[in-house]
Each structure stands twice: as structure tokens, then as C-alpha cells.
């Protein structure tokens, strides 16, 4: 995308719409209304229903980034060890792992980050695709026994992108009541 049709991008002219989930406790900006739906998913640890809000650009050519997710799955009782950010850090750094290995991509930057105070890992993945290499910008983190995950994907490579730095930045997360 040339730098003339990035300042005029389809974000750039959306109007950002907060999106503020009671039962997903966060609170987020995305360039248009999130979709929600429920995927149940077997695991090793039981069946664990897999929450999932995104959106797709509604034309490529125009949009720095084509999709943006924000997915949220609860783990049960003590199998995060959300106390203890050396084991938080491992479980992170293996998923960022699994995700370059899921779409063949490399890892270009990451880093620990945090999120509302709950610890954090922010990535990019460039993998191969149609056009050439796309880019994957993951921010993922933990908080108590729920495993949240910021999405954002663009069809090329891209380093700065204003957009998905907007929608990283705007996310808020909530504890449960007590």
C-alpha cells in the first residue's frame, strides 16, 4: 500500500467503535463492530468453549490490517499459575511458538508486555502468503484463569501500523467480582 493510500486507509475514515464485554471482562477500540461467536474446543484438559470477536476489513486494498480479533477461553482452576510470572512467561513464550509453527511464519520482534496489569507478550509473525509475506501481530496475555489474545493480520509485511497499535493500546481488562 502506498503511503498516500495508508493515510486515506478504510480505518483512518472508520469511526472506532468501543466494544465493552461484561461477560468477556474487557474493553476495547476496533474500526467497525465485532462479530462474537463460540467455538467448543476438545483439549487435554476437557472440552473448553473458545470466545472469538472479530472483524474483517471490508476491502483488502484498502485496510492496513484485513482481520482483528480479540478470543478469550477460561482454563480451570490452577492450570495457569496466573501467580507466578515465570510460569505465565513460559506458557506465552510456547504459544507465540506454536503460532509461528501454525503458519509456517518466523518471529520478528517480541517482547513481555503488560495489559491492565495482568502479564503480557506482544509478537509479530511474517509468514509466506499469495502476495508474498503477511504479518500476524499477536498480543496475548493472562489474566486470573482466562487466556486473552489480540489479533491483528495484514496481507503484507509491515512494521508500524497505526491501526492495530490503536486497537493493542485500547484494550482494557477487567477481575472477576469478587
Sequence with gaps: MLLNQLEQSWERKARWEERNDIDGRFKLLAPAVLTHKVDTVETSLGKQAYHTFFLQAPDKDEAENIIYAIS???????????????????FLTGTEEEAAIAV???????????????????????????????????????????????????????????????????????????
Excluded at 509456517?104 to 502476495?131: N, T
Excluded at 499477536?138 to 491501526?163: D, H, I, M, P, W
Design 72 to 90: 478469550y477461553v477460561d482454563y480451570p482452576d490452577g492450570t495457569l499459575h496466573h501467580d507466578s510470572l515465570e510460569l505465565v512467561g513460559e
Design 104 to 178: 509456517g511464519g518466523e518471529v520478528i520482534y517480541s517482547s513481555d508486555k503488560l495489559i491492565s496489569g495482568f502479564p503480557a507478550r506482544q509478537w509479530r509473525i511474517d509468514y509466506p502468503s499469495k502476495g508474498g509475506t503477511a504479518s500476524a501481530r499477536t498480543l496475548a496475555g493472562v489474566a486470573g484463569n482466562r487466556y486473552y489474545e489480540l489479533k491483528v493480520f495484514s496481507l503484507q509485511a509491515s512494521g508500524l501500523n497505526k491501526s492495530a497499535d490503536k486497537f493493542f493500546d485500547s484494550v482494557r481488562l477487567f477481575s472477576k467480582s469478587p
